[in-house]
């Protein structure tokens, strides 16, 4: 018969055993060094591929996490937006400061009531908001993510985490990367990042999935061709 060791048994417990072995890889490391000393490496270098191949890519990996995903020209980006929110039933949109006033002209020509982002609006406010718009700051092709860090045109975090309906814009190829630390050297780490990939979604113990509990039930990314 084999044995069997109680936790505690040992006389190490679960966490001595993780540090242990984070001093063990650590071991080599000098004292001095610190985290932004070492360039983050891994994956392709930005531009090893064509910024078609890397578009498809995006749109592929997008698609593989549920997102709904477009193409679209810039002329007829207003129409698709409005053409999404006809589909939806929504008769309010948000949008951040700084959105270029094009993108919802055609929505808000068909009835939708355009809603600022108010700091001053509750979760439950904002709950009440059918969909949002924005734009991103980078989005990453080999892993179908797209980050938005607060800039113009993404307004505070809560917006896009709260409406149940999310359409970002992606320019393409301005936007697009190929890998995560591309993206990580367009970024600015004191900025709120929030990297998105797919609708909010998780899993119980069964792998039942559930969507819409973090986040918007639905996410549609339009890459803006041109």
Do not use: F, K, Q
């Given at each position: 018969?084999?044995?069997?060791?109680?936790?505690?048994?040992?006389?190490?417990?679960?966490?001595?055993?993780?540090?242990?072995?984070?001093?063990?890889?650590?071991?080599?490391?000098?004292?001095?060094?610190?985290?932004?000393?070492?360039?983050?490496?891994?994956?392709?270098?930005?531009?090893?591929?064509?910024?078609?191949?890397?578009?498809?890519?995006?749109?592929?990996?997008?698609?593989?996490?549920?997102?709904?995903?477009?193409?679209?020209?810039?002329?007829?980006?207003?129409?698709?937006?409005?053409?999404?929110?006809?589909?939806?039933?929504a008769r309010t949109l948000l949008v951040p400061e700084g959105l270029p006033e094009r993108w919802p002209a055609a929505a808000?020509?068909?009835?939708?009531?355009?809603?600022?982002?108010?700091?001053?609006?509750?979760?439950?406010?904002?709950?009440?908001?059918?969909?949002?718009?924005?734009?991103?700051?980078?989005?990453?092709?080999?892993?179908?993510?797209?980050?938005?860090?607060?800039g113009p045109g993404q307004g505070r975090r809560r917006i896009t985490l709260v409406p149940d309906h999310h359409i970002c814009v992606v320019r393409v190829p301005g936007q697009v990367v190929d890998s995560v630390p591309s993206a990580l050297e367009r970024?600015?780490?004191?900025?709120?990042?929030?990297?998105?990939?797919?609708?909010?979604?998780?899993?119980?113990?069964?792998?039942?999935?559930?969507?819409?509990?973090?986040?918007?039930?639905?996410?549609?990314?339009?890459?803006?061709?041109?």
């Open positions: 018969m084999g044995t069997h060791t109680r936790p505690g048994e040992s006389g190490m417990s679960d966490r001595d055993t993780v540090l242990g072995r984070v001093r063990r890889a650590l071991a080599d490391v000098p004292r001095e060094e610190r985290p932004e000393d070492v360039p983050v490496t891994g994956g392709r270098p930005d531009g090893a591929r064509a910024p078609d191949a890397a578009a498809d890519l995006l749109a592929r990996n997008l698609a593989d996490y549920r997102a709904l995903v477009h193409r679209v020209s810039p002329a007829r980006l207003p129409v698709l937006v409005a053409g999404l929110l006809a589909a939806r039933g808000a020509a068909a009835g939708v009531r355009l809603c600022p982002d108010d700091p001053r609006a509750t979760p439950v406010e904002l709950d009440a908001v059918d969909s949002v718009l924005t734009g991103c700051a980078v989005a990453v092709a080999e892993t179908g993510t797209v980050v938005l860090d607060g970024l600015d780490p004191t900025r709120p990042l929030t990297w998105i990939s797919g609708p909010s979604a998780t899993s119980d113990i069964e792998l039942d999935r559930v969507e819409g509990v973090h986040g918007p039930r639905t996410l549609e990314v339009v890459l803006l061709e041109g």
